[in-house]
């Protein structure tokens, strides 16, 4: 019964985050940001996450990003054990910070990631393989400052967005007025293999 | 109380949405958060990442400043509604402040979008967009040349390292090192990788400080390693965001053995620095510029936003400083009229706080000083209008206590005041005269025209003083009044009215006469009584001598002639007795009487053995009966108060007076067919003055009316037998009682004396004492 109530409120706060999501995104449809597949593992003392996140751009920011604005774009991560009578508790959160860039002289994409250890960078010669790049997960490795109750059962939320702060003062006020600008996958759950 | 909370609350509100610390604090505010935004707008690293914030911060600030100036205009429109006091004068200086503000502003703002948007596009130029795209494309053609030159230096390699045996196994063999190294020094080349097709390394030749961070070499994409398996060669420029540029080129290594497997040759090649530092600046230079370019139209929107906001805030701050200055000025001319208002309508206690030392503050000095004087002038009027209360108070007072009438007339001769005596003496009730003419109260009083006449001829003759003495009828008595008249004081010219005094003298020339006939009558007693007693002895000796001496036939007739003079004598004498009981002043033997029970035992004397009815006492007519009729009974009725209190008196006296008052009722009524006497009591007056009055009246003829005037006097008498002097005494008794006695003539016929003898309030309540302790030892008995 317990599960069943907690599964229809993750329903619920997905058709939200659909929603929120729906309209961001009302100018163009193919454009969206999407947590298609994560799949969260503790390692040792670190939570591990592989899958893949579909980063879809539309056309204002595609062109954006073609006359050399960077774009950054935020995972944000919670690791939450689950419980039988309250609600989730919040173990741990992280952000990682994405970045892509169009590299006019060599026509390339630079994608860099900042994952929590170190800063790496990678050229990719078209726009499909630097996104593919920018949201794949290979073994992302957060480090926990706690150990994890072993019996417990725990999920991880994740949301990736585009960080309107990290654009150009002078585009920010556009982008925050115009729903073009606004992509944001919501939140999604997955479970912790444990 | 709820609602004067409520109310000290709503006014607590108004002070803070209207007034000035609210707003100056928000305009502050803003101005900071605005030089923040276009300091963040400028790419300042210290405010870059609150641009939103501050952006969001201001359009909230300005939006709050927009509400509480449209309160502020709110309350200023309902003040406007209301007629409140200087409300237009401010509307005025508002209008004008607003209009002085909002102009030079709106100008300023047109012009600034203007130059702004102009700025922005003149930063860019066509050829400087054609010489940046052209600089890039010479970039790449050199690079592209270099690129080349890479890729023939990896296919030659690779077909030397076709002789190089095939082998799986990854870990790196001597021999193919040390041609490799060989190689890589050959060519210049800064770093050779040789991969199975699996991405596996088999050896790697590299210069020592080629990217010191990673021990392992790169390997080639999975997209590379597609394309290279199919045998064509990948060249590609690599930007990495630390190192810079550098070439890579990924070659197929056939093996000579047509069935070995395919190895790939990865060539790295830094590029020169000074190509490498060339081509960076090429590229930073050409993205900025795209960037720009891109990012002029949000840069336009961006800036306009600003400039609206910073140009709507210092609208609304010179709005709001419009509102408050126009306020303040108009506030002590506001002040003013409600002030001037206010003494208009009475209230001269009125002071405004002086808030300015300029025209304004001396004219609110000079108003507040006219107040203070108006104020002073007031309370000295109102001191003297007390002051002339009291007197007139006094003045009252003393008229009102005073024995003797006193009228005052106007220079129009129209009757201004009078005193209660003036009412008392002339019998009227003179409220209904006031302000009348004289002409009016000779009308309303025909009984007070002699005293009318008296004043109008004072008047006409135009005497300061006059004196005069009149008769009047009041009441059907005679009364004789002293009159003195006084020419009131003179006011601007004008005749100051009369003062007319005057005394009920009545009494005091009744007791002169009194006085005098006392005198007659003492005087005519002691010549009379002291000749009769010699008449009658003498009459008595001739007869004792001589009746014996004289014939029989004369005998008879000396018997009759002495026999009357001594009848005579002593009827002389019992006159001349009467004579001196009047002019006698008797000693009183005063004691607390009960004058009902008086009554009762003077009817007793005359009462007839068969009582007829309850309280009826039949009295014998006995006027007559000389004359040998038959005595007819008289009624008396008695209506007599059972409250009574006792008076202090002398009973012999008053038996007398109602004996004298009854002998004359029953001689009066001698002629009355149906004759009946009522004697009554009862309490008039109140308090200190109260009376006991005695009523006898009878249904006779009454008196005569030549008589009324005259009835108290002695020897007034329409008798035959009678000396006149009955009422006489009965008068003298009652006054020497302090009493006053009335007679008159009942209009349905019949004569009417009423007495009043003065209850002391000593005697009444010691009397009140006696009278309950009596009617105890009765109950006892």
């Not at chain 2, 001698?670 to 067919?673: D, F, I, L, S, V």
């Given at each position: 019964m317990d599960f069943i109530m907690r599964d229809s409120a993750r329903i619920n706060r997905r058709r939200w985050a659909a929603a929120v999501l729906a309209l961001a995104c009302f100018g163009d449809a193919s454009a969206d940001f999407k947590v298609t597949d994560v799949q969260p593992k503790f390692v040792e003392q670190s939570l591990v996450l592989t899958g893949n996140l579909e980063l879809g751009l539309n056309a204002k920011v595609e062109e954006a990003l073609s006359k050399g604005i960077p774009l950054e774009v935020n995972i944000d991560v919670h690791l939450l054990r689950e419980r039988r009578f309250l609600w989730d508790r919040k173990i741990a959160s992280w952000t990682l910070h994405r970045r892509i860039q169009y590299h006019a002289l060599s026509g390339q994409y630079l994608v860099s990631t900042a994952e929590p250890e170190s800063e790496t960078g990678e050229s990719l010669l078209t726009l499909q393989e630097a996104l593919k790049q920018l949201g794949?997960?290979?073994?992302?490795t957060l480090t926990l400052e706690e150990p994890v109750t072993p019996d417990a059962v725990h999920s991880v939320d994740v949301r990736v967005s585009l960080d309107i702060e990290a654009l150009p003062t002078p585009l920010r006020p556009l982008a925050y007025t115009s729903f073009t600008w606004h992509l944001n996958s919501g939140w999604s759950t997955w479970k912790v293999t444990p | 109380m709820e609602h004067v909370e409520s109310h000290a609350l709503n006014r607590t509100v108004t002070r803070y949405v209207t007034g000035v610390t609210p707003l100056a604090v928000l305009s502050v505010l803003l101005i900071a958060a605005f030089i923040m935004m276009n300091a963040a707008a400028q790419n300042s690293a210290l405010f870059g990442r609150m641009y939103s914030v501050l952006l969001l911060v201001n359009i909230l600030g300005v939006v709050l400043l927009i509400a509480l100036i449209l309160l502020n205009l709110f309350h200023f429109a309902e003040q406007y509604r209301a007629r409140v006091v200087g409300t237009r004068l401010t509307l005025r200086l508002l209008v004008m402040f607003v209009v002085l503000a909002v102009v030079p502003v709106s100008v300023v703002f047109y012009f600034s979008i203007q130059a702004l948007n102009r700025g922005i596009d003149n930063w860019f130029d066509v050829r400087i967009e054609r010489a940046l795209d052209d600089a890039l494309l010479l970039g790449r053609t050199a690079l592209d040349a270099q690129r080349q030159d890479l890729v023939k230096n990896a296919q030659e390699i690779a077909v030397e390292l076709e002789t190089l045996p095939v082998r799986q196994k990854s870990g790196a063999l001597r021999s193919e090192l040390s041609m490799l190294n060989a190689l890589r020094e050959q060519y210049n080349i800064t770093e050779l990788t040789l991969f199975t097709q699996d991405r596996q390394i088999l050896a790697s030749s590299s210069e020592a400080n080629l990217e010191a961070g990673t021990l392992v070499p790169e390997r080639p994409s999975d997209a590379v390693m597609v394309q290279v398996r199919q045998g064509l060669t990948y060249a590609n420029l690599d930007a990495i965001s630390k190192s810079g540029l550098r070439l890579r080129v990924v070659v197929p290594v056939q093996a000579r053995n047509v069935s070995a497997p395919l190895r790939v040759l990865q060539v790295l090649q830094a590029l020169p620095p000074r190509y490498a530092k060339l081509g960076e600046s090429v590229q930073s230079a050409f993205a900025e510029y795209e960037k720009l370019v891109y990012l002029r139209g949000p840069l336009k929107f961006g800036f306009t936003l600003t400039l609206s906001l910073i140009a709507l805030l210092t609208l609304l701050i010179a709005v709001w400083a419009a509102i408050f200055f126009a306020r303040r000025l108009a506030t002590p001319i506001r002040e003013l009229a409600e002030a001037t208002h206010a003494v208009a309508q009475g209230d001269y206690q009125k002071q405004i706080p002086v808030t300015s030392h300029d025209e304004i503050g001396i004219l609110v000095e000079s108003f507040n000083d006219m107040t203070r004087r108006i104020h002073r002038a007031q309370l000295q009027s109102k001191r003297s209008q007390q002051e002339a209360e009291i007197q007139r108070a006094y003045l009252e007072t003393v008229l009102g206590h005073l024995s003797s009438g006193v009228l005052t007339f106007n220079q129009r001769l129209l009757l201004r005041t009078h005193n209660p005596a003036a009412g008392q003496i002339l019998g009227t009730d003179l409220r209904a005269g006031e302000r009348k003419p004289l002409g009016w109260l000779s009308e309303k009083y025909p009984e007070l025209q002699p005293l009318i006449e008296a004043v109008e001829q004072a008047a006409t003759a135009g005497q300061d003083e006059w004196q005069v003495q009149i008769q009047l009828s009041i009441n059907n008595h005679r009364r004789t009044l002293m009159l003195r008249g006084t020419s009131l004081p003179s006011w601007r010219e004008k005749r100051g009215g009369y003062v007319v005094v005057f005394d009920d003298i009545t009494t005091l020339i009744q007791a002169q006469r009194d006085a005098a006939w006392g005198e007659v009558a003492r005087r005519m007693a002691h010549e009379i009584k002291n000749p009769l007693t010699p008449i009658q002895l003498s009459a008595e000796r001739i007869r004792h001598k001589y009746l014996r001496q004289v014939p029989e036939e004369e005998r008879d007739a000396l018997e009759r002639a002495t026999r009357t003079i001594i009848e005579q004598v002593d009827s002389l004498k019992s006159m001349v007795n009467d004579f001196s009981e009047y002019a006698r002043s008797a000693q009183m033997h005063s004691r607390p009487v009960d004058v009902n029970d008086l009554i009762r035992d003077v009817i007793e004397l005359y009462k007839n053995t068969r009582s007829t009815a309850k309280g009826v006492v039949p009295l014998h007519g006995a006027s007559k009966a000389g004359k040998g009729k038959a005595s007819r009974a008289i009624t008396t009725r008695l209506d007599l108060d059972t409250d009574l209190p006792r008076i202090a008196a002398d009973p012999g006296r008053l038996r007398q007076v109602l004996h004298n008052l009854l002998l004359n009722a029953r001689d009066a009524l001698?002629?009355?067919?149906k004759p009946v006497i009522r004697l009554g009591t009862r309490m008039v007056g109140q308090?200190?003055?109260r009376f006991v009055e005695m009523t006898v009246q009878d249904n006779g003829p009454g008196f005569p009316e030549a008589l009324l005037a005259h009835l108290y006097e002695p020897y007034v008498t329409h008798k035959e037998k009678g000396t006149g002097l009955g009422l006489a005494i009965v008068k003298r008794i009652v006054e020497e009682h302090g009493g006053t006695i009335r007679a008159y003539n009942l209009k349905e016929g019949g004569a009417c004396v009423i007495i009043r003898l003065p209850v002391n309030a000593a005697t009444g309540s010691a009397e009140s004492a006696a009278v309950s302790k009596s009617a105890r030892g009765e109950k006892k008995a």
């Open positions: 794949s997960l290979n073994g992302v | 001698a002629a009355t067919p308090d200190n003055h």
